[in-house]
Each structure stands twice: as C-alpha cells, then as structure tokens.
C-alpha cells in the first residue's frame, strides 16, 4: 500500500519504540471513518450524539487534567538555545529524545498505532506540506481527518520523496507529569505524549501549521501566521482579502464569519480560515495567503446565534464535541448557549449536572472540530493552490484604554513593528488577575518555532521581496470609557472598520496622521445603524500620549530580553515613535 521507503523505515523504528498490538494505516475513506467511530463508540472515547438533530456529530471527553493546550510543556528542542530564542522553552534534542523516548517505550502495548498520512494545505498547492502522524487515539484519527486532507490523497503526494513532518504520538497515561510536546525543527520532526487534548495532540495545526512551519517558511522564503483569513465583497461585487493576527481568546473565529449589519445592504464576508495563515509572495509582488486547515477547532462556550451565527450552522452536522454537557435528549449544551441552562444533564466531567450544582456544564475551552466546507460563508475560492492576494493584514488585542478602535501603518516595517509589540489584557476566562498586559507579537508568542528576534527580522526581509506589499493595520475591538462599558459595538459592525481598511487600501478615504499611525478622519467610519455617538467616536480613536509614553517604556523593558538580537528596524521604529510623541 505504501510504497515510500523513507515512510516505512520511520514507521518501522517507531513501532519498535512504541511496540502496538496493531498497526493499522489510514487512507481516509468513509468506511475507515465509520469503522473507527463504531469502535470508539463502542469502548466509550466517543458518544454518539442524537443523529436526528445532530448527525454525524460525537461528543468526546477528556481527562481532567487535560483540557488545554500546555504551554510550559511544550518546547523548542534545538541544538543551541538561542536558536529557540529567550520566548520559548528549551531542550537539547539529545535530552528530549532520551527523555521522551523513555516514555514512548512500550507506550502502545496493548494498543492499535494509526499511521495517519495528511496533508497541511491543498493538494497540488505550492504551499502545501505533507505530515504523517503516529497516534494511539482514535479522538485523534477523527478530529485529523476533519482539519487536514487525510490519508490516502497525502501518500499519493508525498510519492517517494522523504520530505514530511514526522509526529509522533501517545497519550500514554495521561499523566501531566510525563506530558511534553517537543519539537524538532532540525529533524523536521514532533513527539507528544501524554495528553489526548486539541492543540497538543492534533499535530497538523499548532506543532507543524505554525510551529514546524515557522522555521520552514524562514529557510524557505515565506510565512506560517496565526491568522484568520477573509473576503469582503462590496456592493459592486469586489473583494478584498485581509489576513488578522489577534491573541488567543480574541474573537478571530467571529471575525471570520461576521454577518455584516443589515444597514450595510450589499456586502458581504466570505470565511477562508479562522486560525492558520500561510503567506507567500507572488509573482506579482504582492502577498497570497492560503489556509492550511481542512477544518475549525473553535471554542464553544458563548458560541451562540448573536455571536456567531455562521458558526452555529457549521456545527448541526458532522462535528466533534470536546467537553460540552450532554442533554438528556442525546443533544448538548454550553454556557453561552442561546437556549437556556437544560435543568439536568451529564457534564464535561461525565457527573450528573444542574444549573443550581455549581459547576460549569462545559468545559470553559470546550470545543467543536467541524468541515470548514459546512460554514455557510465559506469563500468559493478556499481551496485555490496559489491563495488569495492580501490587501491588508490587521493585527489587533484587548486594550481597555490605549489603542483606538483602528489605525493604520505608516509602512510595512512600521507595521512589522505594530506586530511585534502587539499586547492583550488579560479577562476573567483566564487564570490570575485580571487587565494585566501580555505582549504576544503578532499573537505568535505560543507558536513561533524559532527566536522572536529573527522572526521579527524575518518579517522585515518578507516586506523587502514586495513591490506591493498588503496594508498593515492595528484594530481593538474592546476600548472602554471611564465606566467600563464597551464602546463599539463589535461582531457585525466590525464590518465598518474592514470597510474603512478597504478604503485605505485604495487610497479612497482620507486620514489624520498621528504619532502612533494613520487614524480615521472624522466620519471616515461609517455608523449609520449604530448607537456610536461622534463623540464616543472622538474616544475610540483618541490617542492619550501619556499613556502611549507608558506603553514605550513597556515596549522597551520587554524588548530588552533579545538584547542585539533585535533587528535594527525594529529599534527604528521605536525611536520614531519616541520621536513622534515628543514633536
Ligand atoms: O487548547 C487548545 O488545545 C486549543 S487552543 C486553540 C484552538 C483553536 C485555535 N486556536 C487556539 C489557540 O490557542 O490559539
Ligand atoms: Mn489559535
């Protein structure tokens, strides 16, 4: 079946480390799919939910202790440290693999491996990159086969070549204190064990997409981003396609499936991804992007028909719940739900739930793994091999006070350094006290395989190859007055700041110049339909340069950790602003 030397050498050695009952290769089809989920149905890793209100839909639920990705678990194996940079955890590969394989021996006794070929992107498309992954977990096999292209069609593209990212994976015991997530940039290659959780174990997205891929693209002249990626079709049926960095917990999933307000009758928002971008210059100059994912990974809780109505549609069919209630119906349900708390249920946990019992129903990071070809917004042109051209990339975070509701880049390498000192306050969702600032440049902190320093010099060598690079801009959606109230009204009225991104774009709307960046003249944004006063407005892009002094320092004192390793452009473009807020 297959016939790829390098594949079955690999498959072979790590079947002697991990020593599986069985080993059984995946090509993908439907009758694999049902095969696998009658089992695990069957061994209970998987309910079936009601099939006449939800078909094809399971519901999953994890351990306890591994409900998230963990991030003092994952690391950078290199052989020097600095090649990992001073943002990411570090171990040799000699530690790690001795480390690690110590756990991974033995690891599959009793258990089937699943050789799980798959492919990050289209297939046929520059951009795309082949994975196999090695995993004991049927959850795992599932949710790969919804966010990748999967099995047979990635051995047909690999062919005999031995160029693809080796995962392996086992959730072992489950046991945090044996949990890592390695990485091995240098071998093209990452181990997991100890979690059968999302991001740790799903090892297409966040482990290669962004990880792996980071340092591919810097070898090889592009760029792996953790961005959503959307169409704006105007009136006159032309679209622009933007690409948006926010931190985690930001709202990228709602941004890429807004539904514009209806008092902006004509246009229309077309969804090409919600989380991983691939960027690559084009022979035109200017930057394609193309999302490497097949499917979305989203957060349930406050998921709901205001929210995320697109999202919600996803979700009826062919889903994988994580840690959601079960509703005595064979439905679920989550906090943020648009019905009502159901008046019992079996949590997250597995235990019987009330409203009154004091416990969330779901999991606060519960998910979905659904098709990105369910979302009604889908873009026609999702699954273009060479992407789509970007006009813009916008980054944005959660800043109470400082940034304005939207401003743009003077030029890409000002932009590059917008992106670099990106920071997001910290909520109620997350552990520890709360409006604390995190810096998380171009919300890559997580997921940038390489030094941050070089990666911000990345950036800047990137910008130099475009004769027509996209537009970069900063956006924050949560800006409050004194009181704390919100004041712009977010989800489908963020369309009014694409649409002024747009306009900028063309050079059709003008704009007032300040220190920080280009900011929107009055009436430049269109509220026609809101409650936005001009005098709210005037607060939204209101530049405090006291506090913008504030922000500097905080930019330097974090800055300093690079130490010469910071590119000079950035260092540029913090004495500029120093100088622009001084003039
Ligand atoms: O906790 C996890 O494993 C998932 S985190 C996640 C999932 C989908 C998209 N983005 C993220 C993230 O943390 O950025
Ligand atoms: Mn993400």
Known sequence: MVQNNS??????EMVKLCTPDKVVWCNG???EKRRLTKEAVETGELIELNQDKLPGCLLHRTAKNDVARTEHLTFICTSRQEDAGPTNNWMSPEEAYSKLGK???GSMKGRTMYVVPFIMGVPGSPFSKIGIELTDSIYVVLNMRIMTRMGQAALDELGDSADFTKCLHSKHELDIDQRYICHFPEDNTIWSVGSGYGGNVLLGKKCLALRIASCLGRKEGWMAEHMLILGVENPQGETHYIAAAFPSACGKTNLAMLIPPESMPGWKVWTLGDDIAWLR???DGRLWALNPEAGFFGVMPGTNMKSNPNAMRTIQKNTIYTNVLLKEDGTIWWEGHDDPAPGRGIDWQGQPWTPVCGEKGAHPNSRFTAPVSQCPSIASNWENPQGVPLSAIIFGGRRAKLAPLVYQSFNWQHGTF????MASETTAAALGAQGVVRRDPMAMIPFCG???????GHWLEMGAKLTNPPK???VNWFRQDEDGNFLWPGFGDNLRVLKWIIDRCGGNVPAEESPIGYLPANGGINLEGTDVSDEMMDVLTYVD?????EELRSQAEWFKQFGYTLPLGILKEHEALAFRLAK
């Open 472 to 474: 970069i801009f900063h």
């Open 281 to 283: 210059p084009g022979p």
């Open 7 to 12: 594949v079955e050498q690999w498959v072979s």
């Open 450 to 456: 390489y030094n941050m320093a070089e990666y911000f």
């Open 103 to 105: 756990i991974f021996n």
């Open 418 to 421: 917008v992106g670099a000192t």
């Open 545 to 549: 340069k006291d506090a913008w002094y």
């Open 29 to 31: 089809s439907e009758e």
